[in-house]
């Protein structure tokens, strides 16, 4: 099993990134796939989840400015992440999981990436 992020960087407030994550050794199409962040000093937190029928979860304060999307042909999931603000800057990272919990904050996944960093800055 392994997933694989890609596409952090580095972006001014205000602008966008899409960050990529793509699984394989498993049957991607049958697992809820989930992206968490860790900021520097703090504790990895989830931010969003998209289960295998494409219901997608954010936590509050990505609402409204991340989008999670997955290509199950190309065994990808996507987060699509505008209106950045310095706070948004952690390493990224996705993980697979049965399913996405009705408490965003919590998780359950059993494998993850190596992680993508993002840095906003000022």
């Known amino acids: 099993v392994q997933l694989v992020e890609s596409g952090g960087g580095l972006v001014q407030t205000g602008g966008s990134l899409g960050p990529s994550c793509e699984g394989s050794?498993?049957?991607?199409?049958?697992?809820?796939i989930g992206w968490l962040r860790q900021a520097p000093g703090k504790e990895r937190e989830s931010d969003s989840c998209i289960s295998v029928k494409e219901v997608r979860k954010y936590v509050e304060s990505v609402k409204g400015r991340f989008t999670i999307s997955r290509d199950n042909a190309k065994n990808t999931v996507y987060l699509q992440m505008n209106s950045l603000k310095p706070e948004d800057t952690a390493v990224y990272y996705c993980?697979?999981?049965?399913?996405?919990?009705?408490?965003?904050?919590?998780?359950?996944?059993?494998?993850w990436g190596q992680g993508t960093q993002v840095t906003v800055s000022e």
């Open positions: 993980a697979r999981g049965l399913f996405c919990r009705s408490d965003i904050e919590a998780y359950d996944y059993d494998y």
């Open positions: 050794g498993f049957p991607f199409d049958v697992y809820a």
